[in-house]
């Protein structure tokens, strides 16, 4: 049986004050590893959704559940109608970056990963991955300022109260 880390950070979260939130139990699920389910509560959501800014939230998850099910076609439509409904979202723009990342587009992916760090500059994961993707592309420097950038964000955000 192989160890299924995302299982076990997920069981490890503490009960959240939002724990009956629709929007928050189908990210749990995605967490836990049951994107099937995930996908079917995000299409829901999407279509109750009322402001942009939610659907665009809410369709970007949708295109990670479709990720994980080895659906990417579909995930790449999902994350470009969250651009739609919000052109500068950083998520959408990061998740993008890494279908690019993943077929070997190096060069595409570093752009979308830029584009998300200026539509948020806090978005440690957007850095992180655009350490990645330097380091892959042999700017060794930049790579560890990011990731150095990525790590003290992070370290921000588990201190931030909600």
């Known amino acids: 049986m192989m160890f299924a880390?995302?299982?076990?950070?997920?069981?490890?979260?503490?009960?959240?004050?939002?724990?009956?939130?629709?929007?928050?139990?189908?990210?749990r699920q995605l967490d836990v590893g049951d994107a099937p389910a995930a996908l079917a509560a995000f299409t829901t959501l999407?279509?109750?959704a009322q402001r942009n800014d939610e659907r665009a939230k809410i369709v970007n998850k949708r295109g990670v559940a479709n990720v994980r099910l080895g659906r990417r076609d579909d995930a790449?439509?999902?994350?470009?109608?969250?651009?739609?409904?919000?052109?500068?979202?950083?998520?959408?723009?990061?998740?993008?970056?890494?279908?690019?990342?993943?077929?070997?587009a190096l060069d595409d992916?570093?752009?979308?990963?830029?584009?998300?760090?200026?539509?948020?500059?806090?978005?440690?994961?957007?850095?992180?991955?655009?350490?990645?993707?330097?380091?892959k592309a042999g700017r060794r420097s930049a790579a560890v300022r990011e990731l150095r950038l990525a790590h003290r964000l992070e370290g921000r955000s588990l201190f931030r109260r909600t």
């Open 76 to 104: 790449l439509r999902d994350f470009t109608t969250a651009l739609e409904l919000m052109p500068r979202y950083a998520p959408a723009l990061a998740n993008i970056g890494n279908l690019l990342l993943e077929d070997g």
């Open 5 to 27: 880390f995302r299982r076990f950070l997920a069981a490890l979260r503490p009960p959240s004050a939002r724990d009956g939130d629709p929007f928050a139990q189908a990210v």
């Open 109 to 135: 992916a570093i752009v979308h990963y830029e584009a998300a760090i200026r539509a948020d500059d806090r978005y440690a994961v957007a850095h992180l991955n655009l350490a990645v993707a330097y380091r």
């Open 46 to 48: 999407f279509g109750a």
